[in-house]
């Protein structure tokens, strides 16, 4: 899945072209690649589509004979002419080791076909004389609209060549049925998480409205009335919420909060009656309006 929707970056090239590429080539070498560059004709004034789509030939070249055949050998050769940029990246036969070597993966070389298609080239690649080619022409003047990638064909890098696999079917299907994949697994927990959110809503103002104190009953409370007395006028439960500025209680004393109202859009929101009771008598009472 991450082959198949990973993105390259579309830097511009540091340098002209064939420096760009030399650098590249150079990075490689220096890392215990046995790599070797030759160039024909020269870059002049090459378009930016065509210096990144090269570069990103060569790249994807080398990176496949690293992870496919250590220890082979790897040339990249450039050729220019006043039209077009040919670029080939081919590995001769791995070493012999203990088991078979690993097959190219070929999810890379599927979007570097995208790439190169998109400013009128071509490319093939394929087993070669034991080992691997990946090879491109790039015009220098992209046609209008890109040409149509071909269901299948079997094409040769280079003069002699061997007949090369095709790009591996069905690429653009597989990457749109993971973009829907990927688009459900996203919406189904939003779509969750929306529920739950009004859920939560409904609880809280159903919470809420049972801890509300009419005011009416408020104004008829009296300092020293008994507990049992203001049963059937208090709230079946308290305010979940104490209010700001509610400050500590006092030795053997207890208040209790009750809220103004349920409503989030009233000015009273948040603001709450306080009824201490000590010995199980009213002591005092107030409306908290921070």
């Known amino acids: 899945m991450i082959g198949v929707l990973r993105e390259e970056s579309e830097g511009p090239p540091q340098g002209s072209g064939d420096s760009d590429i030399a650098r590249l080539v150079g990075d490689a070498a220096a890392s215990g ?35 496919h055949a250590p220890g082979a050998s790897v040339s990249v050769e450039l050729a220019h002419t006043a039209t077009e940029t040919r670029v080939v990246v081919r590995n001769e036969a791995p070493e012999a080791t203990a088991g078979p070597p690993p097959g190219p ?16 080239g071509a490319l093939d690649h394929g087993p070669h004389d034991g080992g691997f080619v990946v090879a491109a022409r790039l015009p220098h003047r992209a046609p209008a609209q890109p040409p149509p990638r071909p269901a299948g064909r079997a094409v040769s890098p280079a003069p002699a060549g061997r007949a090369l696999t095709p790009a591996p079917a069905g690429y653009g299907k597989a990457r749109r049925r993971v973009r829907r994949t990927l688009l459900t ?10 529920v739950l959110l009004a859920v939560v809503g409904m609880w809280e103002t159903v919470a ?63 603001d709450a009656y306080r009824l201490c009771f000590r010995d199980g008598r009213l002591v005092s009472r107030d409306a908290l309006t921070p």
């Open 33 to 67: 690649l046995a790599v070797g560059l030759s160039v024909d004709g020269e870059a002049a004034r090459l378009p930016p589509a065509v210096e990144r789509a090269a570069h990103r030939v060569v790249q994807e070249g080398l990176t496949n004979a690293a992870k």
């Open 105 to 120: 993966g070929g999810r890379g070389l599927v979007g570097l076909d995208e790439r190169v298609r998109l400013v009128g």
């Open 185 to 194: 697994a996203l919406a189904a927990p939003l779509a969750a998480g929306a």
């Open 208 to 270: 809420a409205s049972r801890s509300v104190l009419d005011p009416r009953d408020y104004a008829r409370l009296r300092v020293g009335q008994d507990r049992t007395e203001l049963q059937e006028v208090l709230p079946e439960r308290q305010s979940v919420d104490r209010p700001a500025g509610a400050g500590p209680e006092e030795r053997g004393v207890t208040c209790e909060f009750y809220a103004m109202t349920a409503d989030r859009f009233d000015d009273r929101s948040g």
